[in-house]
């Protein structure tokens, strides 16, 4: 498997081989369950399951179609349903487990999840505007100002930044170090920051493209530490 299904629990700190103090994001990754596979085509997908829902509210809270899936399959209902690849010469079998230890220490992962919200938002907290003069007689210090003319072409560019909402946008974070697996208690330690508020749901996909300008750049430092050493 290539990808797993998890849920951010919040952020911590914890010291690398280096002894460099480094922020870290703790996730919750899996165990989640087989439901669907698609061996043909182009890339190789597989569904997967994760987070059960709370007792007795199944059948209140999923949908129908799902539910009828879930019996169909004889599995528990699960809240978080997504498909992933997988780059296996087997089919995984449906009903199987997919846990944390498809990673291992060093790896390079991509995090999908949903920003924040934040809201209906003006001008200089969506885009960072400057805004205008804050002397004496201004009258316009976070206003959008003019937004086109009236004249040729008389009319609006689209993507002009205007004030509207902000965040739960759909967003991934590439290239992450997984620093710590602990297939145990399903966790998975990653460094830097992930996208999302704490409990947010995470898809977590192996990284095609490991980010070689940080890799160089990272290891100039430690050169220079060997140096002043």
């Not at 994001?25 to 596979?37: D, M, N």
């Not at 085509?41 to 994760?50: C, D, M, P, R, S």
């Not at 993507?159 to 902000?166: A, C, E, K, S, T």
Request: proline share 4%.
């Amino acid at each position: 498997m290539s990808g797993i299904l998890g849920r951010k629990l919040g952020m911590s700190q914890m010291f690398d081989s280096a002894g460099t103090r480094v922020s870290v994001t703790l996730i919750e990754a899996g165990p989640c369950l087989v439901l669907k596979s698609y061996p043909k085509g182009a890339k190789q997908k597989v569904q997967l399951g994760f987070d059960d829902y709370p007792k007795d509210s199944a059948d209140k809270k999923c949908k129908k179609p799902q539910l009828g899936m879930f019996a169909k399959l004889k599995l528990k209902p699960k809240r978080f349903i997504k498909e992933v690849q997988f780059s296996q010469d087997t089919t995984p079998a449906v009903g199987s487990e997919v846990k944390a230890d498809i990673f291992k220490e060093g790896d390079y992962i991509n995090i999908t999840g949903t920003s924040i919200g934040k809201g209906f938002q003006g001008g200089m907290k969506r885009w960072n505007w400057t805004g205008g003069g804050k002397s004496h007689g201004s009258t316009s210090h976070r206003q959008p100002g003019s937004i086109g003319s009236n004249t040729y072409p008389g009319r609006v560019f689209k993507g002009h930044h205007m004030p509207g909402h902000m965040g739960n946008k759909r967003i991934t974070v590439k290239n992450l170090k997984v620093m710590r697996v602990e297939p145990k208690d399903n966790l998975l330690v990653v460094r830097g920051a992930v996208v999302g508020y704490d409990s947010n749901y995470l898809i977590m996909q192996k990284s095609n493209k490991k980010d070689v300008v940080h890799v160089q750049l990272t290891s100039a430092k430690a050169a220079k530490k060997d140096k002043k050493k």
